[in-house]
């Protein structure tokens, strides 16, 4: 059930997750169900209309928050203010990277920490 | 007077040299704060420096010369500063005006762009963490704004790339940049160097040890080996990619130290002790504000003699 409320682009209601999940189980099931999961604070819910919306709570580290198309684009400004993780390649560091993976990868480290 | 005054232009020079060494050799985070700090000093002595060659000039205009209680002929005569040497110094002023103004301008404009990009990105979950749909490997931190949190922005691109230890170095990477608030490093290196265009070198510097820093924060929470791999992963999951014809990465030049760099100092760890480079680094800074205090209280001195009774 867990793994339908995180395929979805939203948060979805009961009978959406109904759905979802093929209709073998009676809605009432999914309903518990969706109960139990928000009382362990494992997902989190929002009034629409009389129902209420399901969504999986986003823990800090979890990497599905929205996707959200690309936004990259035209402007220094926007360049100055989103620097990168890998900023400043050059195409001739790519040799040399690709030669320290290839170590990291034959004589592993048992460097922790 | 006249030697001291030019002292802080002199340890702008040497600090730029020894700036490069520093950040690659001293702890990262020290390393950002000692090159910040001392540039910060610096530009304010060289401005300080200038002020003091530009005064002769200004002290003669007849208002000025009248509100002091010293005769402009005196002036003339008594301080050992050419006129020539003044009117450069005021010209450079002008220009280091000129410079200042607009490196605010741009970091005003950073700050809307800013949060011009949290408005697109939206309200997601809890606001801390983006997905983009872009195949291109990337992450960014994207600064605070006063009422927003800061985010760390991931595309599809990198997460594909990466294992989950891998991801979680990245991510503990671009969290570390919000943390220690390196935006603020940045702003401060960018201004310095607007006021005293020989820091410029020394930008490149900071910006490399910021990202050593986050480096090692990274590594902290994974592993140096891990966080090796990410880099070295995302960098060359990036290389293969074409490229869009929008340049998102700063062009680097010759010299420049990058990613290997940083592979490598995640790498081989250097457990030696650079505290000597630490020290030049603060002399150098502090030698720049003593002389422009020393030769502002020449001034001064002289400006009492000069002073009619």
Not at chain 2, 43 to 72: E, F, K, N, Q
Not at chain 2, 221 to 236: F, I
Not at chain 2, 256 to 261: A, C, D, F, M, R
């Amino acid at each position: 059930m867990l793994a339908a409320l995180w395929a979805a682009s939203g948060p979805l209601v009961p009978a959406e997750v109904l759905a979802a999940l093929g209709g073998d189980l009676a809605y009432t099931t999914v309903m518990t169900i969706l109960v139990r999961l928000h009382e362990k604070g494992v997902i989190e819910r929002t009034k629409v209309g009389r129902a209420y919306a399901y969504r999986p709570v986003v823990a800090e580290t979890e990497v599905v928050a929205e996707r959200v198309r690309r936004l990259l684009a035209q402007g220094h400004d926007r360049a100055a203010v989103l620097q990168g993780f890998i900023d400043g390649l050059r195409p001739e560091d790519e040799a040399m990277l690709r030669a320290m993976l290839a170590d990291m990868e034959t004589s592993p480290t048992s460097e922790a920490g | 007077m006249r030697a001291v005054v030019y002292l802080p232009l002199l340890a702008s020079v040497a600090f730029v040299c020894l700036s490069r060494p520093a950040c690659r050799r001293l702890p990262p985070c020290r390393a950002a704060w000692s090159i910040t700090a001392a540039m910060a000093v610096l530009a304010a002595s060289t401005v300080g420096a200038l002020g003091l060659l530009a005064w002769p000039l200004m002290a003669r205009v007849p208002i000025v010369a009248a509100a002091g209680r010293w005769r402009p002929g005196a002036v003339t005569h008594g301080v050992p500063v050419p006129v020539v040497a003044s009117l450069v110094a005021w010209l450079a002023l002008v220009a280091l005006a000129h410079r200042a103004v607009d490196q605010l301008g741009r970091l005003r404009r950073e700050l809307v762009e800013t949060a011009r990009l949290h408005a697109e990105l939206g309200s997601t979950g809890r606001g801390r963490l983006a997905v983009l749909d872009d195949p291109v490997p990337e992450a960014h931190a994207l600064p605070p704004t006063l009422s927003l949190p800061g985010r760390v922005v991931i595309s599809t691109g990198l997460l594909a790339a990466l294992d989950d230890d891998e991801r979680a170095a990245v991510l503990a990477h671009e969290h570390a940049h919000l943390t220690h608030a390196h935006r603020l490093f940045t702003a401060i290196s960018a201004l310095a160097a607007a006021l005293n265009p020989v820091l410029s070198p020394a930008r490149a510097n900071v910006a490399f040890a910021l990202e050593r820093w986050a480096d090692e924060d990274a590594a902290a929470r994974t592993s140096r080996a891990v966080a090796a791999r990410a880099l070295a992963k995302a960098a060359l999951a990036k290389l293969s990619t074409p490229r869009p014809t929008v340049a998102s990465a700063l062009i680097m030049g010759l010299g420049q130290l990058g990613v290997p760099e940083r592979v490598t100092a995640l790498l081989d760890r250097d457990d030696r002790s650079h505290d000597a480079l630490a020290w030049l680094l603060v002399g150098l800074a502090l030698g720049g504000i003593l002389a422009v205090a020393w030769a502002t209280h020449d001034t001064e001195r002289l400006f009492e003699t000069l002073r009619t009774r």
